[in-house]
């Protein structure tokens, strides 16, 4: 029986993943990462069969021995916390060559943010595009300074150096959307963020020119990856003979996940469109704004809609058949929307009533 221990459970990452790996495959044995008996509560209700194990990421004891008993360690929490990817990979590095452990880890397209952040450019495209098929050497080699690199070089390292007995892939998403059916949070950060931002002012907003892009996936397909990789190592990571076949883990395990791309400023336009029609703000008028200003509406504002993050899913698709087949990122809009309202308790017509017209 495949023993599989994931930690982000209760995430909108990790749940929609345990969603998609429990009902694909209820003969896996899961133990999961949780935080608090609240939390343990949440994932018991509808996963009876997952076994619990109470702590957090600075828990690398625990972490080692859970990833020692392990098959497979899905890594599905703080892509930045180095402290538990280092203690994971331990784990599994403990494992005999005859039965290596498997580290699915989990990074994302952030990464590709330095090119912008190095020379301060906001709002602009790039021609910059990188894939982790043909590329994906330049992919493993970024800059030491860019986001997530710090914990990539780690999985890396270990699944080049401990390669008999560590199988490593990372998974390095860009911007997810849809709605999770995990147990815990079913939202994602950038789209929502944004109409949160949009709803909250009263007009669109985007970042200097708004012309800069990303690769977007559905959590649907994100976690149809996930699944293929969990099956794969479920198997003993063998994969089918070809000639030049493409290496599914070790040093070059390294997926991107994208089934499109937009531009921010475009997606904005959606955002403001069907907030004007649905009566939350008072025009579809799309603003931009400072990248002082768009760190004020969230977190890394300014980068995460102002900077590019372009990159071609090619290793999924040619080496595990991997392709996207959920709503495309405008169809999910309305949807998004609504959810954004309620949270902000604004109704249909709220622009009028705000402005004392109804």
């Given amino acids: 029986m495949t023993k599989i221990f994931i930690t982000g459970a209760t995430g909108y990452i990790g749940g929609d993943a345990l969603y998609t790996i429990v009902n694909a495959h209820p003969e896996y044995e899961i133990t999961a990462l949780v935080r608090n008996s609240d939390k343990g509560a949440v994932v018991a209700k509808d996963y009876v069969r997952v076994k619990l194990v109470y702590g957090n990421l600075d828990d690398v004891k625990l972490l080692e021995e859970e990833a020692k008993k392990a098959d497979v360690v899905c890594h599905f929490a703080d892509a930045d916390h180095e402290a538990s990817v280092k203690a994971l990979l331990k784990g599994l590095a403990a494992h005999d060559a005859s039965r290596p452990g498997f580290f699915i880890h989990t990074s994302g397209t952030g990464i590709l943010l330095f090119e912008d952040l190095a020379t301060g450019t906001f ?50 998403p860009p911007t997810i959307y849809g709605q999770g059916r995990g147990p815990g949070s079913k939202r994602s950060h950038q789209v929502p963020e944004l109409v949160r931002a949009i709803l909250e002012r009263g007009y669109g907003l985007k970042v200097g020119a708004g012309k800069t892009l990303w690769g977007n996936v559905h959590v649907d397909d994100l976690s149809a990856l996930y699944l293929k990789l969990v099956e794969n190592a479920a198997v003993g990571g063998s994969t089918a003979e070809w000639p030049g076949k493409p290496a599914l883990w070790g040093a070059e395990g390294y997926y991107f996940c994208e089934g499109g791309e937009h531009v921010w400023g475009e997606v904005s336009q959606w955002i403001a469109t069907e907030a004007h029609k649905q009566g939350l703000i008072k025009s579809d008028e799309v603003r931009s704004l400072s990248t002082e200003e768009a760190n004020k509406c969230t977190g890394w504002g300014a980068a995460i809609w102002g900077c590019n993050s372009r990159a071609r899913a090619k290793r999924a698709r040619v080496a595990l058949k991997w392709e996207p087949k959920g709503a495309k990122l405008q169809d999910e809009i309305k949807a998004t929307l609504e959810v954004e309202a309620k949270a902000l308790e604004m109704k249909p017509g709220h622009a009028a009533i705000a402005a004392g017209e109804a």
């Fill in 123 to 172: 709002g602009e495209a790039s021609d910059s595009i990188w894939d982790d098929l043909e590329g994906v050497s330049k992919v493993t080699s970024i800059p030491d300074g860019a986001p997530h690199r710090h914990t990539d070089k780690v999985v890396l390292q270990a699944g080049t150096e401990n390669s008999d007995r560590v199988k490593t892939a990372i998974v390095c």
